[in-house]
């Protein structure tokens, strides 16, 4: 998320509106921890009781670092310094991983929204804490859900002693070409194979981008000592590569079946793959 500057003179200054803004800090839907330069608690606001499971009265005077996990407290206090050196408001948690701890020593993954603040005409910091946990943990099975579906959508079959396949299906985006590129090379690898046919029956769109993926693969595996054979071309796919220009410097078939016999003869022949 864009990072917003706000200098110090432009921030919240707590005087005759300090009732007005304790009243916003304890109705936030969030939890908002007010911070002096050495890092001392004073104020502990919002949800910041039911998220972190102590009271205000327990956390008043307190270390704001005793909300960290113990193996990031020790880095903590550069951290805050750096805050105070340039104080602005930011967010943190967005792009990598933040934690915090419960009161239980249970840790949870936390967004930090960061503010200076004035108070009394001394420098303070405001934090605004959201717990994440439950989003972050749906994020990553829907990965791990896609990467299963790009795994069946990306099977690399032995169909012959040295010989493999990948049939590839459907939409061919950035993500499931490194997939397949992956899983291909690391096959080529285990199985000791000499050819890696490319099957493209099932996709139904080519374009200059899944094109130039191909040529990718095609060329990983030329690296690896392999060779690689394009099947599956349809009449209006072979139209389009050579509408768009695009070079396809490898072997091609116009079927599964013509290119598993052409790889037969390449690894059973006498002049098999160089």
Known sequence: MRETNQPLEQSIRWGSGADTIDRL???APFAVVVIEKDGTIVR???EAEQLFGWTEAEMLGRSVDELLPERIR?????MRNGFFGAP???RMGARRALHAVHRDGREFRVEVALGPLVLDGVPHAVAYISDVSERVAV???NARLYDEIMELH??????WRGVLTLPLMGTVDTHRAQVAMEKSLQALQEHQADVLIIDITGVSVVDTG???HLIRLADAVRLMGGRAILSGISPAIAQTIVRLGV???FETAPNLGAALRRAVRLVDGAGAVA
Do not use: M, Q
């Not at 020790?74 to 550069?78: D, E, L, N, R």
């Open 210 to 212: 899944v094109a130039n």
């Open 25 to 27: 800090i304890d109705a």
């Open 88 to 90: 602005s408001a930011r």
């Open 247 to 249: 070079k396809l410097d």
């Open 44 to 46: 502990f606001g919002g």
């Open 154 to 159: 990306s099977p690399i079959l032995e169909v």
């Open 139 to 141: 994020e990553e099975r």
């Open 74 to 78: 020790s880095g903590h206090a550069a």
